[in-house]
DNA sequence: CGAGCTATGTCAGCGACTGACATCAACAGT
DNA sequence: ACTGTTGATGTCAGTCGCTGACATAGCTCG
């Protein structure tokens, strides 16, 4: 696969979350993390589009999977359930590796610059699960809604998942964080 | 104010905008805006931390509204009810000067690396509105919870008033899109 | 009118990112 | 085994975003 040892890409994540946490993201320089994985800066640029993408792998996997999900999920939900279906299917994909996404969590939330990123991709799920409701004939403003109060429930858990010690599952912590938010209105 | 003409920064803000109308964002440098302003580069960055904050000049005082109207709000309304009090308040700041606000809308929405920066802004309000209900006893989880749901309600209903060719001022569209929103659980 | 403050100009330099071109390993077909 | 093709990598030069250090021009105040 490459030019001399397999997975150049793992190798440069894994390098990257090391010099991240090492040196912080700023005092690390592309080349830096090009030099740890045993390749060129030009060729880390060839699998990331930027500096950041290197730790937002999976996330057309979960756009996918959120869409995918939302659509899939049974006729009689209301777009709200439909929406936390397709969400919790894409979170089942990060509920596994758990240290690892912490350890990349708490890298994320140590840099705006990273942080800025992790919105917008959350915010492609919000556009995913919009975009499947609609196709499951919900109007356009109540599928947005919907798909933002879920993107929300997803979040505000995730971060408490995070940042608890010992954690119930993610799924558990979605679950909790929904009847809350029902409990709002 | 400056070292010629005064209001240099208004000055960038408005070549910036005509710039990024004519060529895109991409197609603009730093240095372009600068000359058209007639000040020097050096300047520009003195001024705006990067090249893309010359288009999200207020977000401070919306910040701060958002903070001080999510507390000031009356002490019986719910926690989402207060938080809503607060963004629309912040929201106020924007809703009177309509064609500079939305002019400036379209050009954050046909630029991906705006859209991340306009999201890190609208967290910036969430996490205002989420410290203010904290400040009123509102418990954590469901302090964030709300703040989230009533930028969700600003941020949906912002797309919309944008969006409208004769359109409902933006305090009415926040108030049917809220009205949506609770419909939903 | 001189002292000091602040906004600006000038210059040098690093790091993010890109386009163009050369090169090397593996693989397919002969 | 030989060779042509393909795809990932290396090399190089260059642009642009952004910053630190220092010089300078305008304003204010005594």
Known sequence: MSRWEPDARG????????????????????????????????????????????????????????????LAAPADLTPLDAAMAGITAASSLIGDRRDFT??????????????????????TLTTAATNALRERGVPELMASLAAHCAATVFAVAFERWVASAEPLSLDEEIKQTATVLRSLL
């Open 102 to 123: 912490i350890r990349r969590a708490r890298l994320i939330t140590a840099n705006p610059s990273l942080h800025e990123r992790e919105l917008f991709k959350l915010a």
């Open 11 to 70: 190798r440069m994540i894994g390098a990257a979350m090391d010099l991240f946490a090492e040196r912080g993201f700023d005092q690390t320089t592309a080349s830096d993390i090009a030099e740890r994985a045993g390749v060129t800066e030009r060729t880390f640029f060839r699998h990331f589009s930027d500096k950041r993408e290197v730790l937002f792998g999976g996330s057309e996997v979960m756009e996918k999977t959120t869409y995918d999900a939302t």
